[in-house]
Nanobody, 128 residues
Framework: QVQLVESGGGLVQAGGSLRLSCAASGRSFSTYLVGWFRQAPGKEREFVGAISGSGAGTSYADSVKGRFTISRDNAKNTVVLQMNSLKPEDTAVYYC?????????????????????WGQGTQVTVSS
């Protein structure tokens, strides 16, 4: 069992930066792949990026590639989403999610239904 809590959301101007954190409780955190998703009003939840259990591998959606970076510290059970050069279209509720690394592939890591554990979400608003 893994519990996830996001923090760090807020209001920022376009071009600014925000750092979201995902704190996990539970054992064997390094065996879980962690993904970040976002959901804007009236839209489906979409994949932002993911990081492997060891932290050695990351993957990003094309819309955020080069602007967002995911990192993790397994000793602290924490995953960070660093968001730079933010745009108004990045406005959404951001969620972190976890799934057993052994069950995930480069394709399934982008699917909402493949994640077993979810945080409550944190609002990110980017003003123009």
């Amino acid at each position: 069992q893994v519990q996830l809590v996001e923090s760090g959301g807020g209001l920022v101007q376009a071009g600014g930066s925000l750092r979201l954190s995902c704190a996990a409780s539970g054992r064997s955190f390094s065996t879980y792949l962690v993904g970040w998703f976002r959901q804007a009003p009236g839209k489906e939840r979409e994949f932002v990026g993911a990081i492997s259990g060891s932290g050695a591998g990351t993957s990003y959606a094309d819309s955020v590639k080069g602007r967002f970076t995911i990192s993790r510290d397994n000793a602290k059970n924490t995953v960070v989403l660093q968001m730079n050069s933010l745009k108004p279209e990045d406005t959404a509720v951001y969620y972190c999610a976890a799934a057993s690394q052994s069950l995930m592939t480069v394709v399934t890591m982008m699917r909402v239904d493949k994640y077993q554990y979810w945080g409550q979400g944190t609002q990110v608003t980017v003003s123009s």
